[in-house]
């Protein structure tokens, strides 16, 4: 595989007091890449790393164990090549495993479909993840209130159409392993494809391997390396953000490959209610640009996606 040159991501500040000139630079990061690093945040380095050291933990646990809380509702334990990210793909699946962790009782009353470790195997688990879960939720909207400014609209925008009524935010755990053994076909720790929901805030460990493709039309497809500043998330935009804005703002193809090195991730993705509908903004089109997309439920679409994902 030839070696991919390094991208030059814009970083963000999220605690500049200057929003307009930051909504500035979101703008053309959402425009030219879909990708930024987000700088400032708000969620603390020591809560970073208790979550990164309990998701080891987790992982770290025997294989039976893991799969007592296999995947319910998009909730619990992926294993090794569950999933296939790009459904094109020829791979047996993604070689990662993964966990996800879903609205939380303070959000949804769906709440009760999130699964847990036990309390004697990791005593801290649960509370960590929450704790994570809530700051990083704080970030991202204090985000979206920046991207509406950044789209000439006003701050609370998304609230007012439904999005956060409630949010439907997770969390993905995912272990990446160093050692795959041997197999002759095309193995990739998450193959092509791009996210899904409104905005997903990325915590990496320093170990290499995420890859953007800027331009997901042409070929052969150009594979660029995202690398990792210490505290900053990895933030991009996803599909139901590309489908409001009718492309103008990118959800990027991204892929992780493997290394030879083990690796840890955090993803938290911000998606909308579900009955929130996601449609053309009319500041995005016009007789000359039409909508691309039409109308669509948040929840029909993630549950289309995840369908082809899981293959079910």
Same mark, same amino acid.
């Given at each position: 595989m030839a070696k991919a040159k390094a991208l030059q991501l814009p970083i963000i500040d999220l605690a500049s007091s200057d929003r307009i000139t930051t909504a500035n630079s979101i703008r053309q990061a959402c425009v030219e890449c879909g990708f930024f690093y987000l700088i400032n945040h708000g969620v603390e380095e020591t809560l970073q790393k208790r979550a990164f050291d309990e998701s080891k933990k /987790? /992982?770290?646990?025997? %294989?039976? !164990?893991? %799969?007592?809380?296999?995947?319910?509702?998009? +909730?619990?334990?992926?294993?090794?090549?569950?999933?296939?990210?790009?459904?094109?793909?020829?791979?047996?699946?993604?070689?990662?495993?993964?966990?996800?962790?879903?609205?939380?009782?303070?959000?949804?009353?769906?709440?009760?479909?999130?699964?847990?470790?036990?309390?004697?195997?990791?005593?801290?688990?649960?509370?960590?993840?929450?704790?994570?879960? !809530? +700051? %990083?939720?704080?970030?991202?909207? +204090?985000?979206?209130?920046?991207?509406?400014?950044?789209?000439?609209?006003? !701050?609370? /925008?998304? !609230?007012? %159409?439904?999005?956060?009524?409630?949010?439907?935010?997770?969390? +993905?755990?995912?272990?990446?392993?160093?050692?795959?053994?041997?197999?002759?076909?095309?193995?990739?720790?998450?193959?092509?494809h791009s996210d899904y929901g409104m905005i997903t805030l990325l915590a990496t460990d320093g170990v290499a391997g995420l890859q953007v493709c800027r331009e997901k039309c042409n070929q052969p497809l150009i594979w660029e390396d995202v690398h990792h500043i210490d505290e900053a998330f990895v933030v991009n935009i996803g599909d139901m953000t590309e489908r409001w804005t009718n492309c103008l703002f990118r959800s990027t193809l991204h892929r992780v490959i493997p290394t030879g090195q083990e690796r840890y991730s955090m993803a938290f993705f911000l998606d909308p209610s579900p009955n929130c509908v996601v449609e053309c903004l009319t500041s995005c089109c016009s007789e000359l640009n039409p909508p691309r997309f039409p109308p669509v439920r948040s929840g029909d679409y993630l549950n289309e996606r995840f369908r082809l994902t899981y293959g079910s």
């Amino acid at each position: 595989m030839a070696k991919a040159k390094a991208l030059q991501l814009p970083i963000i500040d999220l605690a500049s007091s200057d929003r307009i000139t930051t909504a500035n630079s979101i703008r053309q990061a959402c425009v030219e890449c879909g990708f930024f690093y987000l700088i400032n945040h708000g969620v603390e380095e020591t809560l970073q790393k208790r979550a990164f050291d309990e998701s080891k933990k /987790f /992982f770290a646990l025997p %294989v039976e !164990e893991k %799969v007592k809380l296999a995947r319910k509702d998009n +909730r619990g334990y992926t294993p090794l090549y569950a999933e296939k990210l790009d459904h094109s793909s020829s791979s047996k699946g993604d070689s990662k495993e993964s966990f996800y962790i879903g609205p939380l009782e303070s959000i949804s009353s769906h709440s009760n479909r999130n699964q847990w470790p036990s309390e004697e195997a990791l005593p801290s688990w649960r509370s960590t993840m929450e704790s994570y879960y !809530e +700051r %990083v939720l704080t970030a991202g909207k +204090r985000l979206i209130s920046l991207i509406a400014l950044a789209l000439n609209l006003d !701050e609370d /925008f998304f !609230e007012k %159409v439904g999005a956060f009524n409630p949010p439907t935010p997770f969390i +993905r755990l995912l272990h990446y392993p160093g050692e795959l053994g041997s197999y002759d076909g095309e193995i990739c720790g998450a193959s092509a494809h791009s996210d899904y929901g409104m905005i997903t805030l990325l915590a990496t460990d320093g170990v290499a391997g995420l890859q953007v493709c800027r331009e997901k039309c042409n070929q052969p497809l150009i594979w660029e390396d995202v690398h990792h500043i210490d505290e900053a998330f990895v933030v991009n935009i996803g599909d139901m953000t590309e489908r409001w804005t009718n492309c103008l703002f990118r959800s990027t193809l991204h892929r992780v490959i493997p290394t030879g090195q083990e690796r840890y991730s955090m993803a938290f993705f911000l998606d909308p209610s579900p009955n929130c509908v996601v449609e053309c903004l009319t500041s995005c089109c016009s007789e000359l640009n039409p909508p691309r997309f039409p109308p669509v439920r948040s929840g029909d679409y993630l549950n289309e996606r995840f369908r082809l994902t899981y293959g079910s």
